[in-house]
């Protein structure tokens, strides 16, 4: 068995094992999906949105939660690369006669296959309270991987964080700092159009904005090539940057 | 070092001229050289800081040294690290253990990182050590719920899960309860005697007394003395006697007219008085005439049977840990720092 396969079995038993972590970051998405789609409804789920193709305020909300799902758990993966560094088991697995590179791989493995599954739940939760996803299984198939692809950058970012500072402390203050304004500073909760002109400047920059964006328009509206082949094109620029740059950490704090 | 051909099997492990310098100017290890045969268990003695553990982490292919060279099973370490991987089992200071995986899980994982097929044999093989170092009414314990002493027998049997010829275990028995140090010792004489190599490294000095063939001693990044510990032994001497004197009487002198018995090796002024002997019942009289002579009383006489911590004491200037605190080596420390011993 590759070495990469075992252990992204061992990563994933891990989250078996400590259901509640993934409950939580799955737990929350939830509970902004009910407190927003609620709250906002009567200013939110107006004729102006609609009048832009959405169907519903929940249906407009729900590829953002999905995203703050994923976000939270890449999160997790950088903090779970502290503790094998602290606990030492990132050397018994460097002594290990395998490529080390798996030992990245699995893990990043081990985070899609999670966040995969957390974008399900929280697109079926979004389902039961009434979303339909208009672009049919498609559609919900372009969602989940696009929220995954971002969700895997994001982790890269975490480990990152994690492996250049190797502290827990850090990595879970930089990781909650940027995931907000990767929330916030984009279309997840209205419509760009509605928000000032910074927000829309940042929003051009922020890939998690990109993924709402066609997750939104998948929602509601109909599939936009441009729009996807923009999101792809920002996923593969972050891809370029980042990968590189943990990668590199990870040879250094491995060498 | 001998040449290595394909026809002479490569020792276990061969060390020359190991240097590490790290970057701020500290060096850690000043050119030690050591060899390690098949079968051989080898015991790494030296306090805090001496560089033990700079010289695990090189031979397992963690860290790089700065010069010299370094072979396990005949590989390179930094040249050919992946074949040297293959060939070691290794258990760090700090337990490498999962939490959130289970005893027999741990066991699994290792199996598989080192490409064994979960195979009927694979399998026996684990449960061989599940019993062999008493782990198995916790084999599907988390090990987030196992106590220090089991996490690290868990540790050390997964360094042997693939059977690795060459076993390196940093300070392997700190935190182990006497049993479960008595059990551990007789599973790596057993590995030994089926051509293991083990390496290791300790503070206890009489552990490695009564387990190593053979101990170095390691003192700021230096080898102080390599030998078997029988042989260190004798060079301080098979024992001591301790001295008190009678009131009034001038250790100093006592200890001057001492050192021209032929019976002393060493003498460690102070009251009472130390005088490292060859033999300890045979030289006890003739210690306490020759006293008599320069007209000395000995009040009181104690014996003692010299341990690697006189050794240890002898070459490094300093005592070793202990495991209790009210220990020779530690009352050896305060005599040197107050010039008189605590009983």
């Given amino acids: ?255 | 070092m001998q040449p290595i051909t394909a026809r002479a099997p490569a020792r276990a492990i061969e060390v020359k001229d190991l240097v590490k310098a790290y970057p701020g100017g500290k060096t850690a290890l000043n050119g030690i050289s050591f060899a390690v045969d098949r079968g051989e268990i080898f015991g790494f003695l030296g306090p805090n800081g001496s560089g033990k553990t700079t010289t695990v982490r090189i031979l397992v292919t963690l860290l790089r040294a700065t010069s010299g060279a370094a072979r396990v099973s005949g590989f390179d370490v930094g040249r050919m690290a992946s074949r040297v991987r293959e060939s070691i089992g290794y258990t760090a200071q700090a337990t490498g253990v999962d939490d959130d995986l289970t005893v027999h899980e741990h066991l699994v994982l290792q199996a598989l990182l080192h490409g064994l097929s979960p195979s009927r044999e694979q399998q026996r093989r684990i449960g061989e050590l599940i019993d062999a170092f008493s782990l198995s009414d916790v084999a599907n314990e988390r090990a987030s719920r196992l106590s220090g002493g089991l996490r690290r027998r868990l540790d050390v049997a997964q360094a042997m899960v693939h059977r690795p010829p060459v076993l390196f275990l940093d300070e392997p028995t700190i935190g182990l309860d006497p049993q479960s140090r008595g059990a551990l010792w007789d599973h790596l004489r057993r590995a030994s005697r089926d051509g293991t190599a083990i390496f290791l490294t300790t503070q206890y000095l009489e552990e490695a007394d009564r387990a190593c063939d053979r101990v170095a001693i390691i003192d700021g990044g230096r080898l102080v003395k390599e030998g078997t510990p029988a042989a260190l032994k004798e060079e301080v001497g098979e024992g001591r006697l301790r001295l008190t004197l009678a009131n009034g009487a001038d250790p100093a002198r006592a200890a001057q007219a001492l050192a021209a018995c032929p019976e002393v090796v060493g003498i460690e002024p102070g009251d009472p008085l130390v005088a490292y002997v060859r033999s300890v019942r045979p030289s006890i009289a003739p210690v306490i005439r020759r006293l008599d002579e320069v007209d000395i009383r000995v009040a009181g006489v104690e014996t003692e049977q010299a341990t690697l911590d006189d050794v240890f004491l002898r070459y490094t200037g300093r005592a070793p840990r202990t495991e209790a605190p009210a220990a020779n080596s530690v009352s050896s420390l305060f005599a040197a720092a107050h010039g008189r011993r605590r009983r």
């Fill in chain 1, 1 to 255: 068995m590759p070495a990469t396969v075992v252990l992204t079995f061992r990563n994933l038993f891990k989250n078996v094992r400590t259901p509640m972590l993934v409950i939580a970051s799955v737990a929350q998405p939830l509970v902004w999906l009910v407190m927003f789609s609620q709250t906002f409804s009567r200013l939110a789920d107006t004729p102006l949105l609609r009048d832009l193709g959405y169907r519903s305020y929940l249906a407009f909300l729900l590829p953002g939660m999905m995203v703050l799902a994923v976000l939270f758990t890449a999160l997790q993966s950088g903090l779970a690369m502290v503790s094998d560094i602290d606990s030492g088991m990132l050397d018994k697995l460097r002594v290990s006669p395998i490529n080390r590179l798996s030992i990245l791989l699995g893990r990043v493995l081990a985070d899609a296959v999670t966040m995969l599954a957390q974008g399900a739940v929280v697109l079926v939760a979004g389902t039961l309270m009434g979303a339909r996803v208009e672009t049919g299984w498609l559609g919900t198939f372009g969602m989940l991987a696009s929220v995954t692809l971002l969700g895997v950058a994001w982790a890269s970012l975490a480990n990152l964080i994690a492996l250049r500072s190797g502290n827990a402390e850090l990595t879970m203050v930089a990781g909650i700092f940027l995931a907000l304004p990767a929330l916030f500073l984009s279309s997840a909760f209205l419509p760009l159009r509605f928000q000032p002109d910074w927000v829309q400047t940042v929003a051009r920059v922020n890939p998690a904005s990109y993924v709402i964006g066609v997750g939104q328009a998948l929602m509601s509206i109909g599939n936009d090539w441009g729009q996807d082949a923009r999101m792809l094109a920002v996923l593969a620029i972050a891809a370029l940057v980042l990968m590189p740059a943990t990668v590199g950490a990870f040879r250094a704090a491995t060498r």
